[in-house]
């Protein structure tokens, strides 16, 4: 079951004024414009773990993240509009504080979409003492929950980039592109996985570049290995092998959420050559990575797609950063 969501096909577009800036021809899919809760790439995995509750006769969604978690604002953006209960547990995993970053972008918006917020640190016990009380608060009313992992990244939202792989196999294919290269933030897994196996179903081989933001790369490729067995399991198919899996952390810098100079130079050039805003959590790593490539001359002779995953409502709770 699937409950439509998100506006798609977004599209994919030439960035011309990048393009020459680098020397490399790019394109952007805009997964940013996906137009549920201010868009982003969770709403389409929310179309099927939503889909999934409701056939399930769930009436509330309990999901993870951190602080500013994307995730998080799309699940309260969605339940809102399903009319389902979305309960929150976020945690204050990345070392930021302030009044923007403890109150604003995200964060308000879950509150505006009528979330309930739950914050705790960043510790396994805090956490399963926080889950311990909303499993009772849930019980006590009678209600039936879907718990959905950080991310939306179990098999069920993995579809969701799944058909994203498809939808964006068949705009390369009508455009008469030839595509070596598509990057991608990598953050929880589910978005790779899923892209990886539309793109291989559809007969796309270009080489996909998971830019590691959350964990290196060999926590992330544990995630998207497992997603990956979990998807074909689910479409009856074979997985992808996991020889294609291209995972880079060397762009992760400090860790989740703090971004090094080089993603803000990143967000600059996208910005002053596209009018493209990006975060600096993840595409703003992911458009770094891709810079770095072209610099290095390791990207193919065709073109590269980038995959803008959304994010800038977050860019609220960085007042400090030097973005001129």
Same mark, same amino acid.
């Given at each position: 079951?699937?409950?439509?969501?998100?506006?798609?096909?977004?599209?994919?577009?030439? /960035?011309?004024?990048?393009?020459?800036?680098?020397?490399?021809?790019?394109?952007?899919?805009?997964?940013?414009?996906?137009?549920?809760?201010?868009?982003?790439?969770?709403?389409?995995?929310?179309?099927?773990?939503?889909?999934?509750?409701?056939?399930?006769?769930?009436?509330? %969604?309990?999901?993870?993240?951190?602080?500013?978690?994307?995730?998080?604002?799309?699940?309260?953006?969605?339940?809102?509009?399903?009319?389902?209960?979305?309960?929150? =547990?976020?945690?204050?995993?990345?070392?930021?504080?302030?009044?923007?970053?403890? &109150?604003?972008?995200?964060? @308000?918006?879950?509150?505006?979409?009528?979330?309930?917020?739950?914050?705790?640190?960043?510790?396994?016990?805090? %956490? /399963?003492?926080? %889950?311990?009380?909303? &499993?009772?608060?849930?019980? @006590?009313?009678?209600?039936?929950?879907?718990?959905?992992?950080?991310?939306?990244?179990?098999?069920?939202?993995?579809?969701?980039?799944?058909?994203?792989?498809?939808?964006?196999?068949?705009? =390369?294919?009508?455009?008469?592109?030839?595509?070596?290269?598509?990057?991608?933030?990598?953050?929880?897994?589910?978005?790779?996985?899923?892209?990886?196996?539309?793109?291989?179903?559809?007969? %796309?081989?270009?080489?996909?570049?998971? =830019?590691?933001?959350?964990?290196?790369?060999?926590?992330?490729?544990?995630?998207?290995?497992?997603?990956?067995?979990?998807?074909?399991?689910?479409?009856?198919?074979?997985?992808?092998?996991?020889?294609?899996?291209?995972?880079?952390? /060397?762009?992760?810098?400090?860790?989740? *959420?703090?971004?090094?100079?080089?993603?803000?130079?990143?967000?600059?050039?996208?910005?002053?050559?596209?009018?493209?805003?990006?975060?600096?959590?993840?595409?703003?790593?992911?458009?770094?990575?891709?810079?770095?490539?072209?610099?290095?001359?390791?990207?193919?002779?065709? @073109?590269?797609?980038?995959? &803008?995953?959304?994010?800038?409502?977050?860019? *609220?709770?960085?007042?400090?950063?030097?973005? @001129?």
């Amino acid at each position: 079951p699937r409950e439509p969501l998100a506006d798609s096909p977004t599209p994919l577009r030439a /960035a011309p004024r990048l393009s020459e800036d680098l020397g490399q021809e790019v394109w952007v899919k805009r997964d940013d414009l996906t137009g549920f809760g201010l868009g982003g790439n969770k709403v389409r995995k929310l179309e099927f773990l939503l889909g999934r509750a409701r056939a399930d006769g769930c009436d509330t %969604i309990v999901t993870f993240g951190a602080l500013q978690s994307n995730h998080a604002r799309q699940t309260a953006a969605a339940c809102a509009a399903g009319g389902l209960r979305c309960e929150l =547990i976020l945690t204050r995993a990345v070392p930021r504080s302030g009044e923007a970053f403890d &109150h604003g972008g995200n964060l @308000a918006l879950d509150h505006l979409f009528g979330a309930t917020v739950t914050v705790v640190d960043d510790d396994d016990d805090a %956490i /399963a003492a926080a %889950i311990g009380t909303l &499993h009772e608060r849930i019980d @006590a009313r009678g209600g039936v929950a879907r718990w959905v992992p950080p991310g939306g990244s179990d098999a069920v939202g993995t579809l969701g980039y799944v058909a994203a792989g498809v939808e964006l196999a068949e705009q =390369i294919t009508a455009s008469g592109l030839t595509v070596d290269d598509v990057v991608v933030a990598a953050s929880t897994g589910g978005t790779y996985a899923g892209l990886l196996t539309g793109l291989r179903l559809s007969g %796309i081989g270009s080489r996909l570049h998971g =830019i590691c933001v959350y964990r290196d790369a060999e926590h992330t490729r544990d995630a998207v290995e497992g997603l990956l067995v979990g998807v074909a399991d689910l479409l009856g198919t074979s997985p992808v092998s996991f020889d294609e899996i291209l995972l880079d952390d /060397a762009h992760l810098g400090a860790g989740y *959420g703090l971004p090094s100079p080089g993603t803000l130079d990143a967000m600059r050039l996208f910005a002053r050559t596209e009018a493209l805003v990006l975060d600096p959590v993840y595409t703003g790593k992911a458009a770094e990575a891709l810079v770095a490539r072209v610099r290095a001359r390791t990207l193919g002779p065709g @073109a590269t797609v980038f995959v &803008h995953t959304g994010g800038a409502p977050a860019l *609220g709770a960085y007042p400090d950063l030097d973005l @001129a």
